[in-house]
């Protein structure tokens, strides 16, 4: 059994909750021994506190770099106290034993998430005492009790009442999260300096580690016997995303509702206009643009109403009452909303008006400013697969009409919707768009003239008069007949394929205008 806890090193960046901590500590006689600011807010508090620098009889210097370095805090924190040799080594050198140690970290992770922060800033925010402190209070976690959290003072001060003393459980749980603690703030200066200008800059380093803290554990996964997390990265800014979102109501979101609603929020936020996605299985089943949001969410509904039922929607402007009162039109059913905003008024409708009222899940994220996440990550068996987003918008002067038959004016902002959305359905990927809205998908096929064929009769009459869009060139001129049989009256492609020449020939024998982008967009 380790010794009664008489002495507490406090040495935090984190002040929140400290004073009670300290006062706890204080009324069980525990003395207490703190430096520079931690030790001024202590004692502001009227919490009685040692300075560390009398104790050592060495002050402070480098502005603060050197504090807590000093044999007299490490030999009082790493002795064994079943070890003689140890006691009686401490002993013989005037040091005093620390049963509780209280550490957290200079706020280096918040420093550089700041616009514009220098390098120089960001140095000076590189904890130094403080991880060896964590580190060797943890390493002797047999005897030390460490804390790292103001989450873990309770849980600590509530042992304390029993003896002074803390179980073997609960140091075994502060070492892990004390060592989790300086992994991460040690991961992110990493990060830092990996990702500064260098004179030969390596996009993809030798060794890459990803930063991740859990968020929530969820019911299951994609299916019932699969289990399943849900984690943060914490190297990257926090923007609009679903994990910073804020849950307006409903239920909890499953592992499927999050994937689909980042896909929901992708293509709202590529979306030119006040502009409404419908998603279901990852995949777009409708998506418009208006001149309002309520009429934009309208059109992207009735795209394809029979698989809009159950969906979820992304919005790339705040939802208004408008946008509210068309969703909860009797038949419609819909999964979970995921927005900049709600206006108080839609979040009222949305939640008293129709049957699903207390079960949709309305996920508010902030302004869409912000870029998405540049790098993306993928599993595969045994390893992963990394490479940037495709989150670059598309250069509009780049596009040529490669065929004959020239574009009309009002066709180019139908082509620059439908590209937009085509780069978010899965490879092999075809859209017809109409009056800027989606009305007929072919997404995910192993033959693009499948894709055209399942696009085309979603579309059904609809299909006449749209433009349709490819994700990657067309291999055979197969897909232009299907297309100008339909009805299709301009087409937009990346273009590259060996045989272009036969599909601008078949486009040129309908009379089709074809626009050839430079640029692929495969999504699988």
Known sequence: MPPRITRALISVSD??????????????GIEIFSTGGTAKHLADSGISVRDVSD???????????????????????????????????????????????????????TTVAKPNVSRAEAIEKIDIGGPSLVRAA?????????????????????????????????????????????????????????KQPRDSDQTFPKRHSIPLRCRAVLRYGENPHQAAALYEQTDVAA???????????????????????????????????AGVSVIKHNNPCGAACASSIGEATRKAMEGD??????????FNEKVDEAAAEYLVTPGLFVEAIVAPLFSSTAVEVLTTKPKWKASVRLLEVGSL?????????????????????????????????VTDAQLKDQQ???????????????????????????????AGQMSRVDSVQISIRKAGGRASGSVLA?????????????????????????????????VIDACNQHGLPMVFTGRRHFKH
């Open 15 to 28: 002040k929140s909750q400290l004073a009670e901590f300290a006062a706890g500590l204080h009324a069980l």
């Open 55 to 109: 104790y050592t009889n060495f002050p402070e210097m480098l502005d603060g770099r050197l504090k807590t370095l000093h044999p007299k805090i490490f030999g009082g924190i790493l002795c064994r106290h079943d070890r003689e040799d140890d006691m009686q080594a401490i002993a013989e050198h005037g040091i005093v034993d620390f049963g509780l140690v209280v550490v957290n970290l200079y706020p280096f992770q």
């Open 138 to 194: 943890a390493k002797n976690h047999a005897f030390i009790t460490i804390a790292t959290s103001p989450l873990q003072y309770e849980s600590i001060l509530a042992e304390l009442q029993n003896g002074q003393r803390t179980t073997p459980e609960l140091r075994v749980q502060l070492a892990t999260a004390a060592f989790t603690h300086t992994a991460d703030y040690d991961q992110a200066i990493s990060t830092y300096f990996k």
């Open 239 to 273: 923007g609009a995303n679903l994990i910073s979102a804020k849950q307006l109501n409903g239920k909890q979101l499953s592992y499927n509702n999050l994937l689909d609603a980042d896909a929901a929020l992708a293509i709202a936020r590529s979306l030119p206009g």
């Open 305 to 314: 109403p029979v698989s809009a039922f159950g969906s979820i929607l992304g």
């Open 369 to 401: 400013d912000t870029a998405p996440q540049a790098t993306l990550y993928r599993c595969i068996d045994g390893g992963m697969l990394v490479q940037q987003s495709d989150i670059e918008v598309d250069k509009y002067e780049q596009w040529k009409v």
């Open 412 to 442: 180019m902002a139908e082509l620059r919707f439908a590209w937009a959305v085509v780069r978010h359905v899965k490879s092999n990927a075809i859209v017809l768009c109409r009056d800027q809205t989606l009305v007929g998908v072919g």
């Open 470 to 502: 490819s994700d990657a060139f067309f291999p055979f001129p197969d897909s232009i007949h299907e297309a100008a049989t339909a009805g299709v009256v301009v087409i937009i492609q990346p273009g590259g394929s060996r045989r272009d020449q036969e």
